[in-house]
């Protein structure tokens, strides 16, 4: 590239993976013999910063023994009429690809993990001064990265000032994070489907959104952009989200279009926020698992980890079985943990207003992120045995399904222990039953109704 | 850039996968002036010891430490985890002056790894291409051949002892080589502990399974006793019969120059 020539090594993509081995290394920046150490780009003004400046402060390169390693901080201001506040996080993510274009120069990590080397050969060759690495950023970001119109870097050995920005670079890191917490389906035009779990269930795809990870609880919507980036016809894909068919239940015309392409015509329609309808399919390796409670109208969660039986008598691997296999199993729903923290978590079917029991190592965990009045209404397994423990539980707690038993006429979640149907009078000619004498049909209707018996028998009528 | 040669090594547990690695690298050490990457991909974890080197934590340890911190929501949302977790297994890695060794252990916890593995998968991939060699001591099971571990291996050696398991082990394992397309360029049988009588037979049943013969190497007391006092082979004197048979199967494998 010609356009460092004046630059003592090689620039360019082919150095990238590079990995610079300890006995080939001149120097270590940061990395885990190193408490301090951090990257961060600020936005400034147009006046605030000067066009190209590479200050130093501490140490440079050369004046540190071989194969010694350094606290290290590397500030990168920069200002333009479009540079945001927002963009500082978009700026950041591509100091590990530019450092990685260095020959004999490797980065690891991110933000306050990094982990850089420089090899002996490229000191050698005379890469002996940050300048030349503040050189080569300088002309990458401001080429890539047009809306760059003035940059300024900072590196800093001295350990104290290391030590000092440190902690500024995390309050600034904590609450970039709180920002992307805080970021809905609504802000985004693209989400990104996962096709990773297709060996295990052929129909199923994971569509990764700002408020709904993936079941495996792996790919956040961040991942997903930045493997999809690096692969793009990789199992981690694009889907332009498209016209919005219905805001409540979360579906999407985009999304749609590519489930029918993915599952092979299988699926024809995903509602992101709902366990009823068309709910999102589930893999096999989901984190958790949202399933519906009849008897008080409520969902259960219960997760991978949790060894005893849920409230209404299962097993996770039970209900696992239920849930799995790419298909859409009506109040069955595979989610990951993050999920749960998403304001978007069953939305459609009431969010966690409707949630009456999960095993109590996972509510601890996840507490902090639930409506407050709501935490102490959900029972786990140490508050309750079973379904009847249950109901009076959420009546004595106030659960907010309480309300939703009175409103919804017929509904009456009341003790039944057995109930005896009257002996129906059947029609002839229906269909035979194995064991039932021709002759004897019979037509069962069911509308509407919500039935939850431990076994079905059906007995021929002795008298003829 | 130079030539980069990647060498599984696999058999039925017991037959000395992990003795006939320590002994390449030796000769690799001693005869050239390359660098080599040694994966110890068996959850045991046995080649840290009979090299001699200190391990702090296993590949499987940081992916689970990963997963562990997704679940408990502790990692920043808008962080890269490839990143994360590159870093990780970059800082397993051994660094020895010859050699850096990566220790792949047991993969741990439950859940789904899909994601995990997969990128793993090309953070490995990355790191092997860095050296000139790379020698991968499988496990002794055949799954890495089905998770198609072995695919971009040059030359594979198959170790067996003498024994009717070994050898149907070594039949099984070119089986699935077969069926599961894995392109390798030589896949090398190779006798541990044999006497010199019985090498017309292993030639044979090299032949019969439509492997390359690899060679012989003789029980050898040194091996033998650096094992079972726990002293890394890596300094096993140069005439021990062992390290000179390996001689002949580097020469084979191209590892010269």
Not at chain 1, 86 to 108: A, P, Q, S, T
Not at chain 2, 26 to 34: D, G, S, V
């Amino acid at each position: 590239m010609s356009m460092f020539e004046d630059i003592p090594v090689d620039v360019g993509i082919i150095y990238e993976g590079e990995r610079i081995r300890g006995s080939d290394m001149r120097i270590e920046l940061g990395g885990p013999r190193e408490e301090y150490k951090f990257e961060l780009v600020q936005a400034r003004g147009m006046d605030e910063i000067e066009d190209g400046k590479v200050i130093i402060i501490g140490q440079d390169i050369s004046d540190f023994p071989e194969r010694t390693n350094t606290p290290f901080g590397l500030i990168i201001e920069v200002a333009g009429k479009e540079v945001e506040k927002d963009l500082e996080g978009v700026v950041e993510r591509r100091l590990h690809e530019y450092c990685n274009y260095i020959e004999g120069f490797m980065h690891l990590n991110q933000r306050y993990d990094i982990q850089m080397r420089i090899s002996k050969k490229s000191f050698d060759k005379g890469f002996t001064s940050f300048k030349h690495m503040g050189e080569v950023l300088k002309r990458l970001f401001k080429s890539e990265l047009s809306f760059i119109e003035k940059i300024q870097l900072t590196f800093i050995t001295e350990p104290d000032l290391v030590k000092e920005w440190y902690s500024k670079a995390l309050e600034i890191y904590e609450a970039r994070d709180a920002k992307a917490r805080g970021m809905s389906d609504d802000d985004v035009d693209v989400f990104y489907g996962c096709s990773l779990c297709q060996s295990f269930a052929p129909t199923h795809l994971c569509v990764i959104t700002p408020q709904r990870y993936a079941n495996c609880g792996a790919i956040s919507w961040f991942d997903g952009k930045a493997t999809a980036k690096v692969d793009p016809k990789g199992p981690v894909f694009e889907i332009p989200k498209g016209e919005v068919i219905d805001a409540k239940t979360g579906e999407y015309v985009g999304v749609n279009k590519v489930i029918q392409e993915k599952s092979l015509g299988e699926i024809e329609r995903v509602q992101l926020y709902t366990t009823f309808g068309y709910p999102h399919t589930s893999c096999g390796c989901f984190e958790g698992c949202a399933f519906f409670i009849p008897e008080v109208d409520g969902f259960g969660v219960v997760h991978r980890n949790f060894k005893g039986q849920t409230v209404n008598g299962l097993n996770f691997v039970t209900i696992s079985d239920l849930t799995a296999g790419g298909r859409q199993v009506d109040g069955f729903h595979g989610l990951s943990i993050e999920y749960m923290r998403s304001l978007k978590f069953l939305d459609a079917d009431g969010g966690w207003g409707r949630v009456v029991w999960m095993p109590q190592d996972i509510k601890e965990r996840i507490q902090d992120f639930l409506p407050p009045e709501i935490v102490p209404t959900i029972a786990t397994e140490s508050d309750v045995a079973d379904l009847h423990q249950l109901k009076s539980w959420l009546m004595e707690k106030n659960h907010p399904i309480v309300e939703r038993w009175s409103e919804e006429p017929g509904f009456a979640p009341t003790e039944i222990g057995e109930i005896t149907v009257p002996t129906l009078e059947m029609p002839a000619s229906a269909f035979p039953i194995q064991g039932i004498p021709s002759g004897m049909g019979f037509t069962i209707i069911l509308k509407n109704a919500k039935i939850k018996a431990e076994k079905m028998i059906i007995k021929a009528d002795k008298r003829r | 850039m130079a030539e980069k040669l990647v060498i599984s090594i696999s058999g039925k547990g017991g037959t000395g996968k992990t003795t006939v690695t320590a002994l390449l690298l030796k000769w690799l050490i001693q005869n050239t002036e390359k660098i080599s990457l040694v994966v110890d991909a068996d959850p045991a974890t046995n080649l840290p010891d009979v090299l001699g080197v200190e391990l702090q934590r296993t590949v499987g340890q940081s992916s689970k430490e990963l997963k562990d911190k997704i679940e408990a929501g502790t990692l920043s949302p808008t962080l890269s985890k490839k990143e994360v977790l590159e870093a990780n297994v970059f800082q397993t890695l051994v660094e020895e002056d010859r050699f850096d060794l990566l220790a792949m252990g047991r993969s741990e916890g439950e859940g789904c790894y899909c994601f995990v593995n997969n990128v793993l998968t090309r953070i490995l991939d990355t790191l092997t291409r860095n050296y000139e060699v790379a020698f991968l001591d499988m496990e002794a099971g055949l799954e890495h051949l089905s998770r198609r571990t072995d695919r971009d291996v040059d030359s594979m050696i198959i170790v067996t002892d003498p024994s009717r398991m070994g050898f149907e082990t070594a039949r099984r394992i070119k089986e699935l080589v077969d069926e599961v397309h894995i392109d390798v360029k030589h896949i090398y049988l190779v006798g541990n502990r044999f006497t010199p009588e019985m090498e017309e037979l292993l030639q044979k049943s090299a032949d019969d399974i439509g492997l390359e013969y690899g060679g012989i190497i003789p029980l050898d007391e040194n091996v033998m006793t650096f094992n079972l006092v726990g002293k890394p082979l890596l300094e096993i004197p140069d005439d021990s019969p062992a390290y000179e048979a390996i001689g002949k199967l580097a020469k084979k494998l191209g590892l010269t120059g």
